[in-house]
């Protein structure tokens, strides 16, 4: 084990969307020396995650969304594009993309965010201040113990990069690696489907149409062949695109349970925001579920007609998104009134369409869905209800057994494909980091939702007794259930890369404060944001030209202008007046000060009432070129 640095450590578990975005963060943010390490135990999904790793992505797979909202940075609407379009080295690129110029409103193939996030952080590591260093390392956590000294993660397969001052394991005994914080951003969560015990080992059947041996198996497939697709979300239609593309010509069934079908975006479609009146009755007491989904389906009709008669410029195929996204700051308090189980269950019987109702998907996936599954081409169809057992055949095939709404029906494939099944309920998961740390009291299950895990406003663990587990914080699907109940976020849109964005900032914000202050400043949180409200108007004149400095500094990319800004807020903060209704000498405590300062920008930068291009505007920091359109 280390435990003598020249630096503090943040240890990072999981290198995929989460922990990229969370490093790349860390390295802008900090002004003092500091080692983070970037574990992950599977090295091709590095920079990538499941869902945008090169191997289980071939070129016809795209965004869900438009390319233009692939920005790593929420500050930054049109990163993305730009590296694409003049930075992105297109040598093995295969036609069309090879000469394709992207825009904001168009597709994007997925695997190339992969380069896109190693290009982003490969940056950010070199405009780092210095003693900020960067270290990826390849293995698994699989257990962690607090210590007074911070956290001791025990690591099997461990493997330091050579020239690093990390310990090198030679044998198979696990690592045990001291950090002073842990940013967990272990991703999805894989669940085993309990209708396929059966044919889990069996050649005909594709477990994750996400990896290397599954899209071997989809491109490899008979055009005659009948297959069998379980779900109907996004991804469902990833794999049914793939094999529309290469020219398939047998049936495929999209087995769902609610039914539900995903709506093109219109072309030239942009995020917008719009602002709808609370929905009242959602905050009445809860009686019963059909009560309760009554007043939720007449609130709604009313919201959607309301968009439609005062914004008449929005296409009718967003207006529920719209509809969605405005709900987002009051269903928090609609949550409130309804009990933890039957929470549960309506999330377990409406997630799906929940999601359909919050996102849709880009042309470039709907329009070969939608072709395959008009009746004059009929190749896609969909079966509404429940698989009950998936089984071999005699015959080599799998054997699918659905029940609907009029009885027990079954179908024959000869590839059966399951969609990507997540396990959001951490007491059920079957990594041995999650049973140890539930085990030590460490991470708490969310109890509202069953989904996630415990964590506070700023992504730290809380433990059984709702206290903060201070050396420990979450990115990602780990804070589903605490997105819902506390921001209101639905479907997909509680862990996506639009959440994730959020996340990785604040949670890099708080942990850079925690460890270059050396003390736990939360307490003061409450105080100095009740003195932020009653400063006067020459105060309050003092304290935005202060925080506006510091939201220019979290958002450059450039060391050199960081170090400027950093100057200027320093004396910024110097030459302020003392406001009001604070101890005497309590705004000099230069840390308290920087610290409101701090959390006021970083809340402006996370502010999601308004789109990313509103946000560059409110902040002052658009270019003439986001401004266009």
Same mark, same amino acid.
């Given at each position: 084990?280390? @435990?003598?640095?020249?630096?503090?450590?943040?240890?990072?578990?999981g290198?995929?969307?989460?922990?990229?975005?969370?490093?790349i963060?860390?390295l802008?943010?900090?002004?003092?020396?500091?080692?983070?390490?970037?574990l992950?135990?599977?090295?091709?999904?590095?920079?990538a995650g499941?869902?945008?790793h090169?191997?289980?992505?071939?070129?016809?797979h795209?965004?869900?969304i438009?390319?233009?909202r692939?920005?790593?940075?929420?500050?930054?609407?049109l990163d993305?594009i730009r590296?694409?379009?003049?930075?992105?080295?297109?040598?093995?690129?295969?036609?069309?993309?090879?000469?394709?110029e992207?825009?904001?409103?168009?597709?994007?193939?997925?695997?190339i965010?992969?380069?896109?996030?190693?290009?982003?952080?490969?940056?950010?590591?070199?405009?780092?201040?210095?003693?900020?260093?960067l270290?990826?390392a390849?293995?698994?956590?699989?257990?962690?113990?607090?210590?007074s000294s911070g956290v001791?993660v025990?690591?099997?397969?461990? @493997?330091?990069?050579?020239?690093?001052d990390?310990?090198?394991?030679?044998?198979s005994?696990p690592?045990?690696?001291?950090?002073d914080?842990?940013?967990?951003?272990t991703g999805?969560e894989?669940?085993?489907?309990?209708?396929?015990?059966e044919?889990?080992?069996?050649?005909?059947?594709?477990?994750?149409?996400?990896?290397?041996?599954?899209?071997?198996?989809?491109?490899a497939?008979?055009?005659?062949?009948?297959v069998?697709?379980?779900?109907?979300?996004?991804?469902?239609?990833?794999?049914?695109?793939?094999?529309?593309?290469?020219?398939?010509l047998g049936?495929?069934?999209?087995?769902?349970?609610?039914?539900?079908?995903?709506?093109?975006?219109p072309?030239?479609?942009e995020?917008g925001?719009?602002h709808?009146?609370?929905?009242?009755?959602?905050?009445?007491?809860?009686r019963?579920?059909?009560?309760?989904?009554?007043?939720?389906?007449?609130?709604?009709?009313a919201?959607?007609?309301?968009v439609?008669?005062?914004?008449?410029?929005?296409?009718?195929a967003?207006?529920?998104?719209?509809v969605?996204?405005a709900?987002?700051?009051?269903l928090?308090?609609?949550?409130?009134?309804?009990?933890?189980?039957?929470?549960? @269950?309506?999330?377990?019987?409406?997630?799906?369409a929940?999601a359909?109702?919050r996102?849709g998907?880009?042309?470039h996936t709907?329009a070969?869905i939608?072709?395959?599954m008009?009746?004059?081409?009929g190749?896609?169809?969909?079966i509404v209800?429940?698989?009950e057992k998936i089984?071999?055949?005699d015959?080599?095939?799998l054997t699918?057994?659905?029940?609907?709404?009029?009885?027990?029906s079954t179908l024959?494939?000869?590839?059966?494909?399951?969609?990507? @099944?997540?396990?959001?309920?951490?007491?059920?998961?079957?990594?041995?980091?999650w049973?140890?740390?539930?085990?030590?009291?460490?991470?708490?299950p969310?109890?509202r939702?069953?989904?996630?895990?415990e964590?506070?406003?700023?992504?730290?663990l809380l433990d059984?007794?709702g206290?903060?587990?201070?050396p420990?914080?979450?990115?990602?699907?780990l804070?589903?259930?605490d997105e819902?109940?506390r921001?209101?976020?639905?479907?997909?849109f509680?862990f996506?890369?639009a959440?994730?964005?959020?996340?990785?900032?604040v949670?890099?914000?708080?942990?850079?404060?925690?460890l270059e202050?050396?003390e736990d400043?939360?307490?003061f949180?409450?105080q100095?944001?009740?003195?932020?409200?009653?400063?006067?108007e020459?105060v309050?004149?003092?304290?935005?030209?202060?925080?506006?400095?510091?939201?220019?500094?979290?958002?450059?990319?450039?060391?050199t202008?960081?170090?400027l800004?950093?100057?200027?807020?320093?004396?910024?903060?110097?030459a302020?007046?003392?406001p009001?209704?604070?101890?005497?000498g309590?705004?000099r405590?230069?840390?308290l000060?920087r610290?409101?300062?701090?959390?006021?920008?970083?809340d402006?930068l996370?502010d999601?009432?308004?789109?990313?291009?509103?946000?560059?505007?409110?902040?002052g920091?658009?270019?003439?070129?986001d401004?266009?359109?």
């Open positions: 084990m280390s @435990s003598t640095r020249l630096r503090p450590r943040v240890l990072i578990v290198a995929g969307l989460a922990g990229t975005a969370t490093a963060r860390l802008c943010f900090a002004r003092q020396p500091l080692e983070i390490i970037l992950e135990r599977h090295p091709n999904y590095r920079s499941v869902a945008y090169q191997d289980g992505n071939p070129w016809g795209v965004f869900n438009q390319a233009g692939m920005s790593v940075f929420r500050e930054d609407v993305f590296w694409a379009n003049h930075e992105a080295d297109r040598r093995h690129w295969p036609a069309p993309w090879a000469e394709f992207f825009v904001e409103q168009g597709p994007a193939p997925r695997r965010f992969q380069n896109y996030l190693i290009d982003r952080l490969a940056r950010a590591s070199l405009e780092a201040c210095p003693g900020v260093v270290v990826e390849d293995g698994e956590a699989i257990d962690m113990e607090l210590s001791e025990t690591v099997r397969q461990w @493997s330091a990069p050579h020239g690093s990390l310990p090198a394991w030679q044998d005994a690592a045990v690696i001291l950090a914080h842990v940013v967990l951003a999805l894989l669940r085993e489907p309990p209708f396929a015990g044919a889990l080992a069996h050649p005909a059947f594709v477990r994750n149409p996400f990896s290397e041996a599954g899209v071997r198996k989809l491109q497939l008979a055009p005659e062949a009948a069998a697709i379980v779900g109907s979300t996004l991804s469902a239609y990833d794999s049914a695109g793939l094999l529309l593309r290469q020219g398939h049936p495929i069934h999209l087995v769902s349970k609610t039914g539900t079908i995903f709506r093109a975006y072309r030239g479609h995020h925001v719009v709808l009146a609370c929905p009242r009755s959602l905050l009445e007491p809860y019963s579920r059909e009560e309760f989904l009554t007043r939720v389906r007449a609130e709604w009709v919201a959607c007609a309301t439609r008669r005062e914004y008449p410029g929005i296409d009718p967003v207006v529920a998104e719209r969605a996204k709900w987002e700051p009051h928090p308090a609609a949550i409130a009134q309804i009990p933890s189980p039957e929470l549960r @269950s309506l999330l377990d019987d409406f997630s799906t929940l359909a109702f996102v998907a880009v042309e709907m070969i939608e072709q395959a008009h009746p004059d081409d190749r896609v169809q969909q209800g429940k698989v089984t071999p055949a015959s080599g095939r699918v057994r659905v029940v609907t709404s009029e009885g027990e024959d494939a000869d590839l059966v494909v399951s969609n990507f @099944s997540r396990e959001w309920d951490y007491s059920r998961a079957s990594q041995p980091l049973r140890n740390l539930l085990r030590r009291g460490i991470a708490v969310h109890q939702t069953g989904r996630g895990l964590v506070d406003a700023h992504g730290t059984p007794h206290r903060r587990v201070r420990i914080s979450a990115v990602g699907p804070r589903e259930g819902m109940v921001n209101g976020r639905i479907g997909a509680t996506n890369l959440a994730i964005k959020n996340q990785s900032t949670v890099a914000a708080h942990t850079i404060e925690e202050s050396q400043l939360t307490q949180h409450d100095y944001r009740r003195c932020v409200s009653n400063m006067k020459a309050r004149a003092q304290f935005e030209e202060a925080v506006n400095l510091e939201v220019r500094r979290l958002v450059a990319k450039s060391r202008e960081r170090e800004l950093d100057t200027r807020l320093a004396a910024r903060i110097r302020m007046d003392e009001p209704g604070l101890s005497s309590a705004f405590h230069s840390g000060t610290a409101l300062i701090h959390w006021t920008a970083v402006r996370t999601v009432t308004v789109t990313p291009r509103q946000l560059r505007r409110q902040l920091i658009a270019k003439t070129d401004l266009e359109g």
